[in-house]
């Protein structure tokens, strides 16, 4: 099973760009790569997802090595209402049960 | 958001009570999850559903049931509360499709529901 290991924990100034990286060694061919969010009190959200290469959405982007070890969640000029716990999680093609969130990275933005 | 809803939001009971929690959704999509979150552990998949009365256990399903009798409600219970399961649920929603495996990692969360077992 593809489980995933992030920082516990970042700190970030306003405006500047956040790099968040997760490590999945034992990511499968047909596993996809996903980033959720979540704020205090409310349920993850769905932030962006990939395959390989770099993914670019209106949120934030998302780069991938080729040997697919790795992940890099990049959210551009941050600002206090980014801070929250992002996930990253990588999908296991033997079905729906095997998607592990994990303890997440808790970013908190500085004014 | 996803016109996921969780009743109720909140709820206090005693040891050794049984408790339903409801996950209702108006997506009609196939996958309903519920998982639990607490402090150190981040979430944890407890019981999922891939269609109406289809349903198969998670990482953490000892001491619960679901049930699924329709396309959009999913049942969590806890036939007998213990202090262990004080924690927040939550209900999501996927797509699910066959040949997708990608539609499996979007899911769809409901606001959660506050359990307190004293």
């Known amino acids: 099973l593809a489980k995933t290991t992030q920082p516990i924990s970042m700190d970030s100034y306003e405006g500047q760009e956040v790099n968040i990286t997760c490590s999945h060694n034992n990511i499968a061919t047909n596993d996809y790569i996903t980033w959720y969010q979540q704020f205090p009190s409310q349920g993850p959200r769905f932030i962006i997802q990939?395959?390989?290469t770099k993914v670019t959405n209106e949120v934030a982007s998302l780069f991938i090595p080729a040997d697919r070890k790795s992940s890099t969640l990049s959210l551009p000029r941050v600002s206090l209402s980014d801070t929250a716990v992002y996930y990253c999680l990588v999908g296991d093609r033997t079905g729906a049960n095997n998607l592990f969130f994990g303890t997440g990275t808790r970013l908190t933005v500085i004014p | 958001d996803a016109g996921i809803t969780q009743s109720p939001r909140h709820k206090v009971t005693e040891t050794g009570t049984p408790v339903t929690l409801r996950c209702h959704q108006t997506e009609n999509h196939r996958y309903m999850y519920w998982y639990r979150q607490d402090p150190g552990h981040g979430l944890r998949l407890i019981h999922y559903?891939?269609?109406?009365?289809?349903?198969d256990k998670g990482e953490v399903s000892d001491g619960y049931s679901v049930s699924r009798s329709k396309t959009e409600d999913f049942l969590l219970t806890l036939e007998s509360a213990t202090s262990s399961q004080t924690s927040v649920y939550f209900c999501?929603?996927?797509?699910?499709?066959?040949?997708?495996?990608?539609?499996?990692?979007?899911?769809?969360f409901g606001p959660g529901t506050r359990l307190t077992v004293l």
């Open positions: 559903s891939y269609g109406v009365k289809d349903t």
């Open positions: 999501a929603i996927s797509r699910g499709s066959g040949t997708n495996y990608s539609s499996y990692n979007e899911q769809f």
């Open positions: 990939g395959y390989k």
